[in-house]
């Protein structure tokens, strides 16, 4: 963990979108923060798989683009998604971590009542 903290900024930024049942959704800032998300991300699922499948880079910032699947353990229920993990640097730091990915499904694998139902009746009308 102390080769993770020495690349991360003091100031880092690790952001997930927000909802109400994932448990790591939300901002947490500085090395704090970044270890109570990767205790809760811990604590909260295991990944199944991680496939990076794109990376985008310039000077500043890096996109890793990939698919997941993953095992929420309040209810051993599963979801898969596509990501985006948007890395942004500083003087050779991370100073921001963002990462996008279908909330809706993460979500309703975190509920203890599950209706995918939500998520197809919320993809139709945003979509």
Not at 11 to 22: C, K, L
Not at 57 to 62: D, F, I, K
Not at 99 to 125: I, L, M, N, P, Y
């Amino acid at each position: 963990m102390n080769a993770i903290l020495a690349m991360l900024s003091p100031d880092v930024a690790f952001s997930e979108p927000e909802n109400p049942f994932n448990p790591t959704a939300g901002t947490r800032r500085g090395h704090a923060g970044f270890l109570e998300w990767a205790r809760i991300g811990r604590d909260a699922e295991d990944i199944e798989e991680l496939d990076v499948q794109r990376l985008f880079q310039s000077e500043e910032c890096v996109a890793v683009v990939g698919h997941m699947r993953c095992r929420a353990k309040n209810t051993g229920k599963g979801y898969e998604s596509d990501f985006v993990h948007l890395v942004t640097l500083r003087e050779g730091k991370i100073v921001s971590f963002q990462e996008f990915f279908d909330t809706c499904a993460a979500g309703e694998a975190f509920r203890r009542q599950v209706s995918a139902h939500r998520c197809a009746a919320a993809t139709r009308a945003n979509g």
